[in-house]
């Protein structure tokens, strides 16, 4: 009996160690899993840009995951509303149609609230840029201009969201970010690899940008690195450096083009009474408003003529005369640099694929064939020899006030692509008319909700792989063990000392 009890005992004494030993490793491997086994998750962010352009404003929900590519989101377009009414250049003057206004403003603005989860609304940052058509008014009317800035950043204020920021933007940056747009959708900034993982194409080739608005036009291309000006602009995205050729032409808009031409045809007829527009095709009779063609700082008005005259116009459908006419709104002469386009602007030589939308998609598409050049030329002469009332059945989806302009717009664009920027047969083909890709619009805004992405904070959140309360609970149970073992260790250190 004398042996087995020193034995009993020691059994004892290493089961308690045992049990403290394993509750000590039990209380470090939990804290250790929780530890290294936790990863971090971002949650969906959004973003809200109103494109405020010169004829219309759009709307556009953005989204992307708060894990950021290099600095960069990556973003796609949620939804798209397009503002009922006018541009909001036209606002201050008419009440009527500014209540008219805003309700639409508000309509838009509810439809792209339901694709916000309701959580991050107030959080999702909205912004307002505001294009030619305010640019125009700043320079004619700046107390209005003003009025009309301030109403909206109150409106938009109220509104369930983050209101940011409303803001006349720049040519230059409509330019930018147009490219970033054009880019960011062809995937040639950031790609999907077979891992799925986000990665750099190879070679990192971009294209280069051509918008056509009311009253802007942009052009905006990757040029070398070390050619520098005020039209040169520095830009990183996803980690690399761009040196991107920008610059935007006011006043050479679709619309403020056509009154450039239609000055000229005033201005040269013998008679007001009957003028004469070969730009018109043959059976169009319009008597348009003196206010039609002058009510824009873009020209400026004959000392002769009264905004509120009539001017009856028939007309005649000649396509080499009416090319002659556009023409004369540019300076295709004056040029003190290596290269220049045009008004003596200096301008790289244009070099690889280009993606031209808005005006210059829709004025394409009216057109018809514009694979290469002489079948575009073809193409325009056809056009505006053919008469108004063959051109209404040949063409029923486009509407009549859209419809008489194309003949104007084919020559301006033939014109300004292939004298001004210098596009000639062989570079033709490399000129793409898009007005969407892969179900998203091309603009300005989703480049400019790119760069903001940079600046925008993501909500990060810690995932563990065991909850609070089972992590605390797993520690005090452990560490319960560990006391208790101690101090029976403790007890039997005792009792053998005493």
Not at 354 to 369: L, P, V
């Amino acid at each position: 009996m004398a042996s087995k009890e020193p034995t009993g005992y020691r059994c004892r004494i290493a089961l308690v160690l045992l049990i403290l030993l394993g509750s000590i490793a039990a209380l470090i491997a939990v804290a250790v899993i929780q530890d290294t086994w936790s990863f971090i998750s971002y949650s969906k962010e959004y973003g809200i840009v109103i494109d405020a352009g010169s004829s219309r404003s759009n709307i556009y929900l953005y989204e992307w995951p708060g894990d950021k590519q290099n600095e960069t989101g990556i973003v796609r377009q949620v939804k798209n509303c397009r503002v009922k009414g006018d541009g909001i250049s036209e606002m201050k003057v008419d009440p009527v149609k500014d209540e008219n206004t805003w309700s639409a403003f508000t309509n838009c603005l509810d439809d792209i609230k339901g694709g916000i989860p309701a959580e991050k609304q107030k959080k999702t940052p909205l912004f307002l840029g505001a294009t030619a058509g305010m640019r125009l008014l700043e320079g004619r009317n700046q107390t209005r201009a003003n009025e009309i800035m301030t109403s909206l950043r109150e409106f938009l204020s109220d509104q369930p969201f983050n209101f940011q920021n409303a803001s006349i933007i720049s040519g230059q940056e409509e330019g930018l970010y147009g490219w970033i747009t054009v880019n960011y959708i062809k995937e040639n900034f950031i790609t999907k690899n077979v891992w799925n993982k986000y990665m750099r194409p190879e070679g990192g080739k971009t294209v280069g940008s051509m918008d056509l608005g009311g009253a802007s036009t942009q052009i905006a291309f990757s040029v070398a690195d070390n050619l520098t000006g005020e039209d040169y602009l520095h830009v990183k995205l996803y980690g690399y450096p761009y040196n991107v050729y920008t610059h935007s032409f006011l006043c050479y808009g679709k619309n403020e083009a056509e009154k450039k031409v239609l000055d000229k045809i005033v201005q040269r007829s013998s008679s007001l009474d009957l003028i004469l527009n070969p730009c018109f095709p043959k059976g169009l009779n319009l008597t348009l408003k003196a206010t039609r063609i002058y009510g824009t700082p873009c020209i400026k008005m004959p000392k002769q003529y009264t905004l509120d005259q009539d001017f009856f116009m028939v007309g005649t459908g000649d396509s080499e005369e009416c090319k002659e006419f556009v023409r004369m709104i540019f300076d295709f002469d004056t040029c003190n640099a290596d290269h220049c386009s045009f008004n003596g602007v200096e301008q790289p030589a244009v070099v690889g694929e280009f993606m031209a939308y808005a005006g210059f998609f829709y004025t394409a598409r009216a057109i018809g064939d514009n694979k290469d050049l002489d079948t575009f030329s073809a193409a325009i002469s056809t056009f505006c020899n053919t008469s108004w009332a063959q051109l209404k059945k040949e063409k029923r989806s486009i509407s009549d006030k859209f419809l008489r302009t194309y003949c104007t717009a084919g020559h301006y664009l033939l014109s300004i692509l292939t004298e001004g920027y210098k596009f000639d047969k062989s570079t033709w083909r490399d000129i793409h008319f898009e007005e969407k890709v892969k179900n998203t619009t091309i603009g300005w805004s989703l480049g400019f909700m790119l760069s903001l992405s940079n600046m925008i904070p993501s909500e990060v959140k810690q995932n563990y792989p065991m909850t609070d309360p089972l992590f605390a609970g797993l520690i005090f149970l452990f560490s319960a063990l560990t006391i208790i073992t101690l101090v029976i260790v403790f007890i039997f250190c005792v009792r053998t000392c005493y």
